[in-house]
């Protein structure tokens, strides 16, 4: 990496590139593989990496198929289930949470989104990052009561059925832990280097609403949240917040919460680092002062190179990264869809650059619209990879004008004393077999 | 239902109403529940309907927390699962695809989506519709191909990993089978009744990419694509949708396509009835005329009441349904907001008007934005409930000014011979007590 080529202008981007590999011929290096009636392989310029694909090696020998019949077109397939709640096929077990075998125990503890392999910007389920402090309650949602007291005109104690009458909205946000990834930290795939980051559709009711029935008073600045979880983790909220874009969620992408994702209810507030968004939520408290509880004060601040802490930094800089090709891959000498996710904090992304030479260069990439605020967003870069070592990185440019900074440019400002709200960029190298690792590893 | 009220113009449609709803107050019934330091009872505008509500029976009979503490926060819950992918809370098990027990044999069958337990427009991967033809194969996608052949420069045979290596792009559209629901069919539920729609996001490679590679020839017409289910579904699909927005699809929210829904490759035309977006798609065979298969001849065709049928009917027309409250639910008197989803294959949902008089008078619902071209729209209204019998319906219009139509004036144009494109409202009829049921029950 050079540092100094990472934090030049934007004036010395070029214009979005791709549009001369667009009208190239990606088939160019390879015959028709039907050209007369038989099939020999798939060798276009999107397949010429034969050694890096055994499906593809297997078609150069000449594939059975056409005109042999697989198996599961001869026989009926599985009928419909008994048990219908539909899960991946078997062939893609490997896809999972990305855990860390080191953990000393999995009570506190975290499960990384496996971003490698992942499309678009909405995260399933299933694959929806963890992290939590005291593990994860199995809550009853009829015994479970959300209380709002304080310096309210009418303190209240809300049933599920409750919140579930009030009007509601959906929004797609995502959600990323401030420790993603912290300091020192190069992990080897983008799961492992950024996985405390994912992004959903969430319906619920926005707390502006519910504040607005139960009266605060103007004198309120702070709300305190708990969970009902055994860490009973509490973070303050300024009111301003609350009364903008805070919502009190209980479905994610169309279903109800998953239980690690604060089932039945949690708080969201959009583009604030990942646990003020208290899951199990059970109580807001109105206050006048934050309540400096743990997660505010011995956690969840930034140490800074003088002693000092850095105190309530909420926002989620804007920040990006390349998911494909990325760590662990290997990819074939040619045509090269450099893929990734941009998100920030403070609304929507503008544009993301892509350097291939470590940070000397950049090219502008396409967004994947609409862009929506503080969600993810896809950018993609086509590019065509020569078979020499290369560097690969992006940079998110968010819409108040922030450049998302290199990580010597991020530690000289913060020192390496921190942990958390590291938003550096995490450029992967390519070696001459095309095989990527983290350039800092 | 009025029948005539029905099909009345826009032009007599009452402004977005609401406004004076979300002024009141919404706790307007009760005194607030934690007015000393102890609980009674959340009973607000939202929560007024004691009978409805078990857990606000409990409430209001004085519930243990807080002061008391629920179990789960006493003792840390789970940690960190050992098998990492995620799955609903064992109190959602209800919530499950709606697969009818009175099918002969599941390998040609269906099941439908939970809508009434639905929220916002994605639809989670587990929860999906399915609709089959000869059961769902288990296909290994190394060994997978994609055969593209006939009027082409380049016959060709692709492997997944060339497909995935080709540019990607990521668009939010719904899926429907023109079955739902058929004719007669007057569901219970909001499953039942219109069920067989979804929407997610689909993630994959532009068809016209693909075409523009390999040449195709500009007398060609048609694409007859083939599936490598034990039923090899066969559709033909007219040149001009492949190279406008059709695409070869891999992956769905995120992760890769469930076996249910086409893995490891989909074709995707949106807007077109579901059957034509093959699934585990083996070839496309690119010709002058379509192959008149058995999906577009003995099936998937709407015959009318001359006898003669309709053929090629690939548009899947505005529709909307009410989710919320819906068949088989109770509501209590009192505020409530009618939630609902509204598509069309032809764009954009304009606007949806709501009647909770059967049709006779209408007001305008809010749209949850931002409102995409082809994908599930979420609307909403709120609205008092007095008690008293009435029948609440939806009505969508899509931004070609198609009005979606009443049952009746449906089968006044097509007759009740068909069996596909039904897309009438759906109309609940509000009992005295609070239970819904289909107006047409």
């Given amino acids: 990496m050079e540092s100094d080529s990472l934090v030049q202008s934007a004036a010395s981007v070029a214009p979005i590139a791709g549009d001369e590999l667009k009208r190239r011929r990606f088939l160019q290096h390879a015959g028709g593989v039907l ?11 999107f397949a010429q990496g034969e050694s890096a694909s055994p499906a593809a090696a297997q078609a150069q020998a000449g594939p059975e198929y056409p005109p042999g019949v697989p198996p599961w077109s001869k026989t009926p397939g599985k009928p419909i289930s008994k048990h219908p709640y539909g899960m991946p096929s078997p062939f893609e077990k490997d896809v999972a949470l990305d855990v860390r075998p080191t953990d000393k125990q999995y009570w506190s503890s975290s499960a990384r989104s496996p971003l490698q392999d992942l499309d678009g910007i909405i995260t399933p389920n299933g694959l929806f990052y963890q992290r939590h402090h005291g593990g994860v309650p199995a809550i009853d949602p009829a015994q479970h009561r959300l209380m709002i007291h304080g310096k309210v005109e009418k303190p209240w104690l809300f049933t599920m059925e409750d919140l579930r009458r009030f009007p509601s909205v959906s929004r797609i946000h995502f959600l990323e832990c401030s420790g993603n990834p912290g300091y020192g930290v190069h992990g080897k ?24 029935e139960i009266g605060v008073d103007t004198s309120a600045k702070w709300v305190v949240a708990e969970g009902a979880d055994a860490a009973a983790l509490t973070r303050s909220i300024p009111m301003e917040k609350c009364l903008d874009d805070a919502l009190l969620v209980y479905s994610q992408n169309g279903e109800r919460l998953r239980p690690e994702q604060g089932y039945p209810l949690r708080l969201l507030v959009p583009g604030f680092e990942g646990n003020m968004n208290v899951k199990w939520l059970r109580r807001l408290h109105v206050v006048d002062a934050p309540a400096y509880s743990r997660e505010e004060t011995s956690k969840y601040t930034d140490l800074q190179a003088d002693g000092k802490a850095r105190q309530f930094t909420f926002y989620m800089e804007a920040k990006s990264i390349i998911t494909s090709p990325s760590g662990g891959q290997k ?36 967004l994947q619209l609409p862009v929506l605020t503080k969600a993810l967003t896809r950018f993609r870069l086509l590019w065509e990879w020569d078979g020499k ?34 938003n550096a960029m995490t450029p992967w190298r390519i070696a001459e077999n095309g095989e990527l690792t983290n350039a800092y590893a």
């Fill in 389 to 422: 070592p290369a560097v690969i990185v992006s940079r998110a440019t968010d819409e108040t004008g922030y450049v998302q900074p290199s990580l010597e440019e991020l530690v000289r400002l913060r020192s390496l004393n921190g942990t958390y709200h590291n």
């Fill in 331 to 366: 990819i074939p000498k040619g045509v090269c869809e450099i893929r990734g996710i941009a998100w920030s904090g403070h609304g929507k992304i503008s544009h993301v650059d892509v350097s291939v030479d470590g940070g000397r260069n950049w090219r502008r990439a396409e």
């Fill in 189 to 212: 795939t983008a799961a492992q280097a950024n996985g405390l980051v994912s992004c959903a559709e969430w319906t619920g009711v926005p707390l502006k609403t519910v504040f607005e």
């Fill in 35 to 45: 050209a007369g009636a038989m099939a020999s392989a798939a060798t276009g310029a």
